[in-house]
């Protein structure tokens, strides 16, 4: 598993290179966010080339590939014809004379490092010379199809929102976004626990989890959630929904 994780960590590095190329000449580094989804299911292609395929496997790579296009068409579709994010551009003004050498290593090689972490499901699921016994795969797929269920919907639902919406202080509070502040990222953590789930009796298995924790704790702790709601500090719809409405497990919302 080592030589596999180790070629993967070189692959990371020219995909996460390339793209910064790409965001010099785009002259905006949200491509980052296209280039995310997309990895995994460079990794996964990968893999399927080069090692030999197992049921477990298949299904794996076959759950990365849907989840990585219609995350990068999503991101992609956004952005397209709209100015660089919010986030991207606050750092292109913050890191000034550096931005160049910030970008490369704080956005790209730090995205890319944390791919490699994240795609460790990937890699024991492709080395594994065991089979996965049916409970397992069948229990993580299901909660992996839940998982993107509440990102596609709530994606959808929040592009659908802002298209129609009359005034930029208004707030998503309706369909999946009534019961949780972050549907999306609710979704985008359980599909990855759904994965690790299948690849759990594996040899090398246990190792898989590392992926959906440090997953949970970006969308949670660091980049998800904190980024994202300190850009609504100041708007009065946002703090009154924050009040009565889960951060991010779907409950009921409070009266």
Not at 25 to 42: E, H, M, P, Q, Y
Not at 243 to 254: D, I, Q, V
Request: charged share 15%; net charge positive; no cysteine.
């Amino acid at each position: 598993m080592l030589s596999t994780f180790l070629q993967i960590g070189i692959l990371i590095l020219v995909y996460a290179t390339a793209w910064f190329f790409i965001a010099l000449i785009k002259k905006r580094n949200d491509v980052a966010d296209i280039a995310w989804g997309l990895g995994f299911v460079g990794i996964a292609f990968f893999l399927f080339l080069t090692t030999t395929p197992t049921l477990q496997s298949v299904i794996l790579y076959m759950l990365i590939a849907i989840w990585g296009i219609r995350l990068a068409l999503h991101i992609g579709l956004r952005s397209k014809g709209k100015p660089e994010d919010f986030r991207y551009k606050k750092w292109r003004e913050e890191w000034g004379k550096y931005f160049l050498l910030r970008s490369y290593l704080q956005v790209y090689l730090l995205q890319g490092f944390f791919m490699w972490i994240i795609s460790i499901p990937i890699i024991v699921v492709s080395v594994a010379t065991d089979q996965a016994t049916s409970p397992f795969i069948l229990a993580g797929t299901i909660i992996w199809l839940i998982g993107f269920a509440f990102e596609a919907i709530g994606d959808y639902q929040l592009m659908v929102f802002i298209k129609h919406k009359k005034n930029k202080s208004d707030i998503m509070q309706t369909g999946l976004w009534k019961y949780t502040r972050h549907p999306n990222y609710f979704g985008e953590v359980l599909l990855w626990w759904g994965m690790f789930i299948i690849v759990m009796p594996l040899q090398y298995g246990i190792w898989a989890i590392i992926s959906p924790i440090t997953i949970s704790y970006l969308l949670l702790y660091v980049s998800g959630i904190p980024m994202l709601e300190a850009k609504y500090k100041n708007n009065e719809a946002f703090q009154a929904y924050k009040k009565r409405t889960s951060a991010f497990f779907p409950m009921l919302p409070k009266n």
